[in-house]
């Protein structure tokens, strides 16, 4: 057990449907992540935020929108989304952004998204 | 441009024997290290982590040996066994590269055979 719980484990939509992705961290963090893991690349960093701020978008299409309505939560909002999408999609929590090498990044398990 | 290059992609090794996971990096800010383990079906999981004024780090069977002068750093497994088969990434970063951002390696997919 983690402290990160990811819902939904699979998801499988379609190219124009809307759907949203959830993290609950019970770590007492204050920065979440979201990162993208397809099969033989980089885990990815889509976006951070720090006390419920974004802090960071990396070049993340328009499609995938965050939100982090408290600093246990971190949603990630679908919508018309693209085949190469598919991948799995993973929420980390850390204390903080400014200490870098103090604290590590907490991972969920993630969601298998997959866009027929 | 990926800032952290690890190899090999797979690895197959026999229980009880060391494995050996190799990573390379060329940004000189970098100051901090980690390891991290996935299995099946499940996020990654820090395993260790070394920060460069260190040379190695030894948490039980697992080492990170780090060469600060080639800018490389590799992950030692002694007496693999079964229970280590999974992915493992190596993984970077900076203050300087803004938001506790980890720049990951590719991933190493280790099976160790009984």
């Known amino acids: 057990e983690t402290g990160v719980t990811q819902t939904p484990r699979h998801l499988v939509m379609g190219m124009t449907n809307k759907k949203s992705l959830k993290c609950e961290q019970h770590?007492?963090?204050?920065?979440m992540y979201w990162y993208k893991q397809s099969a033989k690349k980089p885990l990815e960093l889509m976006f951070v935020y720090s006390l419920e701020e974004r802090v960071e978008n990396n070049s993340v299409p328009s499609r995938f929108s965050p939100e982090c309505p408290n600093s246990s939560h971190l949603f990630l909002h679908l919508h018309t989304l693209q085949p190469e999408d598919s991948a799995l999609y993973l929420c980390a929590s850390s204390q903080d952004i400014n200490r870098v090498g103090n604290q590590p990044q907490h991972f969920g398990d993630g969601t298998r998204l997959s866009i027929l | 441009q990926q800032q952290v290059k690890q190899s090999p992609q797979s690895l197959i090794v026999q229980k009880g024997g060391i494995s050996i996971i190799n990573c390379a990096y060329e940004n000189t800010a970098f100051d901090y290290f980690p390891w991290y383990q996935q299995f099946p079906g499940k996020g990654p999981a820090l395993l260790i982590a070394?920060?460069?004024?260190?040379s190695e780090k030894k948490e039980g069977r697992f080492t990170i040996s780090f060469n600060k002068s080639a800018k490389q750093f590799s992950l030692h497994i002694m007496d693999s066994q079964p229970g280590d088969s999974a992915t493992y990434f190596c993984a970077a970063s900076s203050r300087g590269t803004g938001a506790n951002n980890l720049f990951f390696g590719t991933g190493t997919r280790l099976t160790v055979i009984p």
């Open positions: 070394i920060r460069p004024d260190v």
């Open positions: 770590l007492g963090h204050n920065a």
